[in-house]
């Protein structure tokens, strides 16, 4: 009888492990890409940059078919300060259309500590399309106070090239 019972719950744990597994298959990546900082007197759509530079140390944006949005962002500072300066918190913005675009969607403010690093998981509000997807990074609050709406930029998607040569896979091509 013991062995029975065993048996049934076994069979139970490996189809919910399963059915698990195959739900979060089913949840397609939409978008992908490293974080950069911010320079000075920059405009993606319509949204200013901060006027200083800020650098990120690493960063990653992810969002699913699902509007879920995760961004982690570790050492995003303002260099000359080494910390995050007057920026206590950030929300993120979904643009469609390219740096031209606009803001479809924004999260709510998380806190960013001092040394200049967020998480930022939320579910966002989709368009049926989406051209040139950008995620920007946006101070939402100075010294601990929110601001009412999302203020500049001051890092998005990205990449920076660190290699000056050619990949490998780069010979033969023009």
């Given at each position: 009888m013991i062995n029975k019972i065993s048996k049934k719950a076994a069979l139970v744990g490996v189809l919910s492990a399963g059915l698990f597994a195959a739900g979060a298959m089913a949840q397609e990546v939409l978008f992908r890409s490293t974080i950069i900082g911010s320079n000075p007197q920059a405009v993606i759509a319509g949204v200013q940059s901060g006027?200083?530079?800020?650098?990120?140390?690493?960063?990653?944006?992810?969002?699913?078919?699902?509007?879920?949005?995760r961004v982690e962002v570790r050492t995003l500072i303002l260099p000359k300060l080494g910390n995050s300066g007057p920026v206590?918190?950030?929300?993120?913005?979904?643009?469609?259309?390219?740096?031209?675009?606009?803001?479809?969607?924004?999260?709510?403010?998380?806190?960013?500590s001092g040394d200049?690093?967020?998480?930022?998981?939320?579910t966002i509000k989709?368009?049926?399309?989406?051209?040139?997807?950008?995620?920007?990074?946006?101070?939402?609050?100075?010294?601990?106070?929110?601001?009412?709406?999302?203020?500049p930029w001051i890092a998005s998607t990205g990449f920076t090239s660190v290699s000056g040569g050619k990949d490998e896979g780069d010979e033969g091509r023009n």
């Amino acid at each position: 009888m013991i062995n029975k019972i065993s048996k049934k719950a076994a069979l139970v744990g490996v189809l919910s492990a399963g059915l698990f597994a195959a739900g979060a298959m089913a949840q397609e990546v939409l978008f992908r890409s490293t974080i950069i900082g911010s320079n000075p007197q920059a405009v993606i759509a319509g949204v200013q940059s901060g006027g200083a530079p800020w650098t990120v140390g690493r960063g990653s944006a992810l969002l699913d078919d699902e509007g879920r949005l995760r961004v982690e962002v570790r050492t995003l500072i303002l260099p000359k300060l080494g910390n995050s300066g007057p920026v206590t918190n950030v929300s993120a913005s979904l643009v469609c259309g390219g740096s031209g675009g606009s803001v479809v969607s924004t999260t709510a403010a998380v806190p960013l500590s001092g040394d200049g690093n967020a998480e930022i998981e939320a579910t966002i509000k989709m368009p049926s399309t989406c051209f040139g997807p950008i995620v920007l990074i946006r101070a939402a609050g100075f010294n601990g106070n929110l601001l009412p709406q999302p203020g500049p930029w001051i890092a998005s998607t990205g990449f920076t090239s660190v290699s000056g040569g050619k990949d490998e896979g780069d010979e033969g091509r023009n």
